[in-house]
């Protein structure tokens, strides 16, 4: 048992130095499949956050801490570009080193799904699936809105190291931001 966790220990230490002697190559990630749906008189969000790994972040994300995705999902009026509601989603990616598994929490159900291969886990890390977003009610009717969605993750602390990683050089340091084309209330419900 102690030789079993001292390798998975081991391979953890040895995939957080190796992300930290190497130099970040990031990837430019974008939204795709970015839908509104109403049901009775609620709206849900779905999307997916298309190219948004790399193989540094792959080795990160095998390393056993937690890391975490913030979506920031607004629902904005057109003609004066003020916020009408918000919603604010975090996912969080972790891999068990004495499971071999990955949990994936999503806060917009606030479920953990327990997931047994990686690219499994990413899948789900980087989904947003008939999340309720807000009440159809806060919307006006022949009033023209759009929706805004993106994501970032936060720099992270890693144990024995002194400086914090910034998780945004995986995405070349932008924030991947959707805009939808400019809709009214009732083009939902068609």
Not at 3 to 17: D, M, P
Request: hydrophobic fraction near 45%.
């Amino acid at each position: 048992m102690f030789q079993f966790l001292s390798e998975k220990l081991g391979a953890g230490a040895l995939i957080v130095s190796q992300l930290l002697l190497t130099a970040f190559v990031g990837t430019d990630p974008y939204f795709q499949d970015v839908n509104l749906e109403v049901k009775g008189d609620r709206l849900f969000c779905s999307a997916i956050l298309m190219e948004s790994f790399t193989p540094d972040l792959d080795v990160l994300l095998q390393s056993g801490d937690t890391v975490v995705i913030h979506f920031e999902i607004d629902l904005v009026n057109a003609s004066n570009d003020s916020i009408v509601a918000m919603a604010n989603w975090e996912h969080h990616f972790r891999y068990s080193l004495l499971e071999d598994d990955y949990d994936v929490y999503r806060s917009e159900v606030d479920e953990t799904l327990q997931v047994y291969t990686l690219e499994g886990a990413k899948e789900e890390w980087v989904k947003i699936e008939n999340a309720l977003f807000c009440r159809m009610r806060v919307m006006e009717d022949d009033k023209y809105y759009y929706l805004r969605i993106s994501a970032f993750m936060e720099e992270m602390d890693m144990p024995g190291i002194t400086d914090r990683i910034n998780l945004m050089s995986f995405w070349n340091r932008i924030r991947p931001i959707h805009i939808s084309e400019p809709f009214e209330k009732r083009q939902l419900v068609l």
